[in-house]
């Protein structure tokens, strides 16, 4: 593949060999070859993947990276991370990801044969902490007062206990005031 080839015709008689005009032709190159990818550093929102091309076919490797969806089989059609072009080693980091979402993500690479993918792999984003709607306080009375709120997003785990928190000083915390625990889940 991508390699030149010079030829002329031949033909031969009594007297010797005659021979053509030369010409020449180069055959195609074909796809690059992708090495095996790995994704590491898995946070809530973010990973980082690593791969290589391995071979670039016979043509220049124009640009490389990878692709990723929640969806298997993704494509340079969808969620796309340029790492430059060229042989070798790369590596890329998706940010702004869904937590506790599952991604595939494949490598690419792309030279005048076309566009090649590596292996697919997947993985899932971590949970992360949960959300709280603001407070509200009614009833106040001398003694006493209502607290109202809800949990607006499980951060995507199991929520194992909800409430209160309170204290004289400000930034009460479980571990530094008194604590009414209302329950578990949402």
Do not use: H, Q, W
């Amino acid at each position: 593949y991508a390699t030149t080839y010079y030829l002329r015709s031949y033909a031969v008689n009594e007297i010797g060999v005659a021979y053509g005009e030369e010409i020449s032709f180069t055959t195609l190159a074909i796809l690059p070859t992708m090495g095996t990818s790995s994704v590491s550093d898995i946070t809530s929102s973010s990973a980082t993947i690593s791969s290589s091309v391995t071979s670039d076919g016979g043509a220049t490797v124009t640009e490389r990276g990878v692709v990723y969806s929640t969806s298997s089989n993704p494509t340079t059609s969808n969620s796309k991370i340029v790492s430059g072009s060229g042989l070798g080693s790369f590596e890329c980091k998706l940010t702004s990801l869904n937590y506790a979402t599952t991604y595939y993500v494949r490598s690419y690479a792309k030279n005048s044969a076309g566009i090649v993918y590596g292996n697919e792999i997947t993985f899932t984003t971590s949970p992360s902490l949960p959300t709280v709607s603001a407070s509200t306080v009614t009833k106040i009375t001398s003694s006493s007062a209502t607290i109202s709120s809800s949990v607006t997003s499980d951060g995507g785990a199991n929520i194992i206990e909800r409430g209160v928190v309170y204290s004289n000083s400000s930034n009460p915390t479980i571990d530094n005031a008194t604590k009414v625990v209302i329950g578990s889940g949402n």
